[in-house]
């Protein structure tokens, strides 16, 4: 009975396939709606850890992204110009140990396209892209770009930094730019064969006021990526990215080491995001309405943990609705904020601070977590 509930979610990015994925497993009348037309192979990287190829096992993909991911034995944090290492954080078969999962970097393209299609592909609306939802009744009704309505019972805001069903909640507020840009750049290894010089499968290299992060993004380390943090006081391009390009690169990283100088002379096409943030949100759900992922807690991506966070977020969501039941979806939902805000938050301002594995330090807190086991913590009243 309770299953029945007709649930909508907005958004297929990370977070909202997954909560699609698992929501549709776990026997939830669920669809998903997507603004994009279609996706497409961006050229960009992404970092799965421990804590998120549980979900994945829930999901039932981690074997396909074991096998197409690159398994890096450390996180190694270096001196952008010396080169001395920093820390070494074991990653490998300590993660697979110590965490109950490994750890892996990936093509961001290859593992969304995969989740998608765990997707059922009936209930999967491409071209949808929400422009209001009226939650004044017994349902909720959403109204798209294209002229269409279609009604639910609860909807989940999945829809990214930009949300609508953000802006719904509390009102329109444009997300913060953080002073940061991120250049990302994918470089084939073959190029990487004319140096003499080591490019380890994950690296951080570091200086007082930018980085770069670097790792393989496929399973046979044939694409090399790097994806950077660098002070721009002002950014007027809107939300999304620009081309940046190699003497761009070369200015904003001059003095680093040789490691880095080929990276960058192996750069074809190279992009330039800005960094967007939001500072917690006073209110995560309303009725019938509840967000998750970078729709409630963007944060700058120095953890490599945004999309963990949405996905972290999709799982403990789909653990409360089960745990309450559909048709006490405010309980649920509250249950759901109770036992995310804090670490979302936790997360959101050491990636703020981009101070992680600086230095050798215990990243068990993170990668350790296990959104099936840890304790509920339970609403005051219940
Ligand atoms: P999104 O991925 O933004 O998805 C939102 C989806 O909703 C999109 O598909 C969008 O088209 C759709 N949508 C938006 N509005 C509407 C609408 N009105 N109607 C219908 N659909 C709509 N995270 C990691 O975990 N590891 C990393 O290594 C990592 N690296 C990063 C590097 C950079 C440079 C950046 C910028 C981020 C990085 N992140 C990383 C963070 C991660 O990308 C985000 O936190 C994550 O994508 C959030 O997922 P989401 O599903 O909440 O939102």
Redesign the pocket.
Known sequence: MTKNRKIAV???????AAAGALLQQAGYDTRV????PAFSRLG?????GPN?MKVMRRIGIEDKLNAMGSHPTHWFSRDGKSGEYLSRIPLGAFAREEYGAAYITVHRGDLHELMVSTLDQERLYFD????DVDDSGDKVVMTFADGTTDEADLVIG???????IREKLLGPEAPIYSGWV?H?AIISAEKLKAYDLDFEACVKWWSEDRHMMVYFVTGDEKEYYY?TGVPEPEWNHGTSFVDSSREEMRKAFEGYHPTVQALIDCTETVTK?P?LERNPLPLWHDNRLVL????CH??K?HM???????IEDAAMLVRCLDEVGADRYRDAFELYRTNRFERASRVQKVSHDNTWLRRDEDPAWVFGYDVYEVPLRQLQHT
């Not at 907005?10 to 909202?16: D, H, P, R, V």
């Not at 949808?128 to 422009?131: A, G, H, S, T």
């Not at 998750?292 to 729709?295: E, N, R």
């Not at 490599?304 to 949405?310: H, K, R, S, Y």
Request: hydrophobic residues 50%; without cysteine.
């Open positions: 907005i958004g297929a990015g990370l977070g909202g709606y997507e603004q994009a960009a990287g992404i970092h799965l998120v949808k892209r929400l422009v999945a829809d990214g930094v930009n949300s609508r991120a990302r994806v995001w960094l998750l992922g970078d729709a963007p944060m991506p490599a943990q945004g999309a963990a966070m949405a």
